[in-house]
């Protein structure tokens, strides 16, 4: 990131990982904002990425170093972070005992500038905290998923606590759709489901998910086996790159649906959430009845 001298320099940095095992997915992030005197954004970069067996503090560690690694030339800058793990062993408040190869990474960054360092507690509301945070969730849920999300893998393989079977139906002389939910967690199945006007499948098999998502339990394991492929691509490798991205494409437009994916993205927090593809379906029964039951639904609302 090229500054010019008057500019202030402030790192926002986020972790995010299952702080209660090591060794899982986890995603980091790193957001720099280049003012001016008056506080004025002049420039920004958004970094974030991700391993597949790491730990939280490895994370909120890594979105700093990589944050001051974007730095071409010795800097003034400010650190926000809500990790005071971080925070403490970087001022030498503490000693750390572990990930020492990280932070000898860090001490060599951090020798090169002046660095000033700012607690701000998590999910506070802080703009450019909870930005860092929905984008590190989005590439531990895109290194999560890509474990299972495989088009050829039978449901019955899948090890989840529960099961969403997620169907559609669209009818384009109705421009309606509608959408069904089988959920299976161990003998006890439930049924959910709605028809909508002038919805857009795509947009149906979102609020489907969302919907059903948000009757679940926090806290569990949930697979959502859909037979669109957008939201199984959309949840596994396009999501943190819209949100790092301020929710656009590629192509710069704006995301499709975006108030529904960021939704996704927020449930996601409080559950270990996956989605899968699933190209084969006749053969399963809860997919079968959902698909009975989105043409029902369809057929009620003529």
């Given at each position: 990131m090229q500054l010019a001298d008057e500019m202030q320099i402030t790192i926002y940095t986020d972790g995010a990982c299952d702080i209660h095992a090591d060794n899982q997915p986890g995603g980091w992030a790193a957001i720099l904002c280049a003012t001016d005197e008056s506080g004025n954004v002049i420039k920004e970069s958004v970094l974030s990425g991700g391993r597949e067996m790491t730990t939280n503090n490895?994370?909120?560690?890594?979105?700093?170093?990589?944050?001051?690694?974007?730095?071409?030339?010795?800097?003034?800058?400010?650190?926000?972070?809500?990790?005071?793990?971080?925070?403490?062993?970087?001022?030498?408040?503490?000693?750390?005992?572990?990930?020492?190869?990280?932070?000898?990474?860090?001490?060599?960054?951090?020798?090169?500038?002046?660095?000033?360092?700012?607690?701000?507690?998590?999910?506070?509301g802080h703009p450019y905290n909870e930005r860092c945070d929905r984008i590190a969730v989005a590439e531990k849920n895109r290194l999560s998923l890509s474990k299972v999300n495989s088009v050829d893998q039978p449901p019955s393989t899948i090890e989840s606590d529960i099961k969403v079977y997620l169907s559609t139906r669209y009818s384009s002389r109705q421009k309606k759709a509608a959408w069904s939910a089988v959920?299976?967690?161990?003998?006890?199945?439930?049924?959910?489901?709605?028809?909508?006007?002038?919805?857009?499948?795509?947009?149906?098999?979102?609020?489907?998910?969302?919907?059903?998502?948000?009757a679940l339990p926090a806290g569990r394991s949930v697979t959502v086996l859909t037979a669109q492929e957008y939201l199984s691509k959309g949840m596994n490798h396009w999501i943190a790159k819209w949100a790092a991205k301020g929710w656009k494409t590629q192509e710069g437009k704006p995301v499709k649906y975006q108030s529904q994916w960021r939704a996704l993205l927020e449930l996601s927090k409080a559950r270990?959430?996956?989605?899968?593809?699933?190209?084969?379906?006749?053969?399963?029964?809860?997919?079968?009845?959902?698909?009975?039951?989105?043409?029902?639904?369809l057929e009620r609302a003529d």
């Open positions: 490895q994370m909120e560690l890594t979105a700093v170093i990589e944050g001051l690694k974007a730095l071409k030339r010795p800097s003034e800058a400010t650190i926000v972070s809500d990790s005071r793990y971080v925070i403490d062993i970087a001022k030498s408040a503490k000693k750390s005992r572990k990930n020492a190869d990280l932070w000898k990474r860090y001490f060599e960054l951090a020798a090169r500038h002046q660095i000033k360092w700012r607690y701000i507690e998590g999910h506070s959920t299976v967690s161990g003998e006890e199945v439930r049924e959910y489901g709605a028809a909508l006007e002038k919805t857009s499948e795509l947009e149906a098999v979102l609020i489907g998910a969302n919907t059903c998502l948000a270990n959430l996956a989605f899968v593809f699933v190209r084969s379906r006749q053969d399963n029964p809860h997919f079968r009845r959902g698909t009975d039951m989105a043409k029902q639904l």
